[in-house]
């Protein structure tokens, strides 16, 4: 069965620092991996998405994300963090043979100090 | 700027009473997703529709939930009699068949007392 596995549920970094969420994955089958963010009060957005093209994406507001199959693993950075960053990140795989349903990591929350 | 609309916003009910939350996709998206966010729990995938159709709700306590599409542009999830432990955020998300992404509505904050 595919899972998520979201190392570190609170991250704090300083403003300008780089910015490292990590996500493991378990599949039996090549995975579509995502990055999804939410901000306070609101809805969850995609920031990436890997769907067995190249194995580095590149998102919204300057983040990527680096597939490692060998790893399992699908872990999310930023060069330099931004006070706007501060957020909730969740990592997350989709499962079936149409790869409509999603599986949705627990979360880390990043908070970004001035 | 197409967006996935919910309502209500907020809502705050007493335990046993009926609640409905109301969901509109996209207009061309036929995949819709009902999911609850808890601290507990995370979030959890209730059910979800392609073609109003359900394909999956099993994440969908029975007895008291349900989902249905009355048509394209409505989906609507009822609790009927609620409990405090229903409290949480409901999101309704919708997307395209193998598009990938899904496109979140703001959520529904549910309170029982």
């Known amino acids: 069965a595919q899972s998520v596995t979201q190392l570190g549920s609170h991250v704090s970094v300083s403003e300008g620092a780089l910015v490292l969420l990590r996500c493991n994955y378990s599949?039996?089958?090549?995975?579509?991996l995502f990055w999804y963010v939410q901000y306070p009060n609101q809805g969850l957005q995609l920031l990436l998405k890997?769907?067995?093209?190249?194995?580095l994406v590149k998102g919204i507001n300057g983040f990527e994300a680096e597939f490692k199959k060998s790893e399992t693993s699908f872990h999310l950075t930023k060069p330099s963090a931004h006070m706007s960053d501060a957020a909730e990140y969740f990592c997350a795989v989709s499962v079936g043979t149409s790869y409509d349903k999603v599986i949705f990591g627990p979360g880390t929350s990043l908070s970004v100090i001035p | 700027d197409a967006r996935v609309t919910q309502t209500p916003r907020h809502k705050v009910t007493e335990m046993g009473q009926e609640v409905t939350m109301r969901c509109q996709p996209i207009?061309?998206?036929?995949?819709v997703f009902w999911y609850r966010q808890t601290m507990m729990q995370g979030l959890e995938l209730l059910a979800y529709?392609?073609?109003?159709?359900?394909?999956?709700d099993s994440g969908m306590p029975k007895d008291r939930f349900s989902a249905e599409m009355p048509d394209a542009t409505l989906a609507t999830l009822k609790i009927q009699p609620s409990e405090p432990r229903d409290s949480a955020v409901y999101f309704c998300a919708s997307g395209l068949p193998q598009g990938l992404e899904q496109y979140f509505g703001p959520g529904t904050r549910l309170t029982v007392t």
């Open positions: 890997y769907t067995s093209a190249a194995t």
């Open positions: 207009l061309g998206h036929n995949t």
């Open positions: 529709f392609r073609n109003r159709a359900p394909l999956d």
């Open positions: 599949s039996s089958v090549p995975p579509y």
